[in-house]
T-cell receptor
Framework: QKEVEQNSGPLSVPEGAIASLNCTYS??????FFWYRQYSGKSPELIMFIYSNGDKEDGRFTAQLNKASQYVSLLIRDSQPSDSATYLCAHFSGTYKYIFGTGTRLKVLA | EAGVAQSPRYKIIEKRQSVAFWCNPI?????LYWYQQILGQGPKLLIQFQNNGVVDDSQLPKDRFSAERLKGVDSTLKIQPAKLEDSAVYLC???????????FGPGTRLTVT
């Protein structure tokens, strides 16, 4: 089992819709969780981080963490074509390692 | 606040040659990471420094890769000799502490021919 699993996509959503990106992880000792956005040919940039169970909102982005079920998700409301990118899930594991998933490619259709 | 700096941005070398990459983290960030990102994959951690000490280098191919962070600030990553499969983007990132969010530099795209 991979330590961090993401559907590679592409996930296609129409402009203005909600995009839902999911990530599961295997280490129950994981402490902190991150979502990064990576445009083609660019380096990853941090969008959200979440440490506690529940929801965390920042503008159009909401991160959701459920430690019991070992998943973290990212919702993007009112999706825009500029949101088209690869979204990387990462976590700081119980073994003190920072681990990235392979990313989900999002396409927002105008 | 200046971001993470990396150089060079692009490098093309032949297999069996050597290459070095440089990274200067955000001022005051204690933790520095080097990642290898192959096209279509997520970043793979090569080495993590906390100040000038190595925290994790379990995925660093030590027969050909080496890295140092003298004085706990900037860092260099070296490959010697390079193989075709080393073609990738090499990303440097820094964070205030190891469990915190990371900030990435622009990366170095390495092509080995």
């Amino acid at each position: 089992q991979k330590e961090v699993e993401q559907n590679s996509g592409p996930l296609s959503v129409p402009e203005g819709a909600i995009a839902s990106l999911n990530c599961t992880y295997s280490d129950r000792g994981s402490q902190s969780f991150f979502w990064y956005r990576q445009y083609s040919g660019k380096s990853p940039e941090l969008i959200m981080f979440i440490y506690s169970n529940g929801d965390k909102e920042d503008g159009r982005f909401t991160a959701q963490l459920n430690k019991a079920s070992q998943y973290v998700s990212l919702l993007i409301r009112d999706s825009q074509p500029s949101d088209s990118a690869t979204y990387l899930c990462a976590h700081f594991s119980g073994t003190y390692k920072y681990i990235f998933g392979t990313g989900t490619r999002l396409k927002v259709l105008a | 606040e200046a971001g993470v700096a990396q150089s060079p941005r692009y490098k093309i070398i032949e297999k069996r040659q050597s290459v070095a990459f440089w990274c200067n983290p955000i001022s005051g960030h204690a933790t520095l990471y080097w990642y290898q990102q192959i096209l279509g994959q997520g970043p793979k951690l090569l080495i993590q420094f906390q100040n000038n000490g190595v925290v994790d280098d379990s995925q660093l191919p030590k027969d050909r890769f080496s890295a140092e962070r003298l004085k706990g600030v900037d860092s260099t990553l070296k490959i010697q000799p390079a193989k075709l499969e080393d073609s990738a983007v090499y990303l440097c990132a820094s964070s205030p502490f190891s469990a915190y969010e990371q900030y990435f530099g622009p990366g170095t795209r390495l092509t080995v021919t």
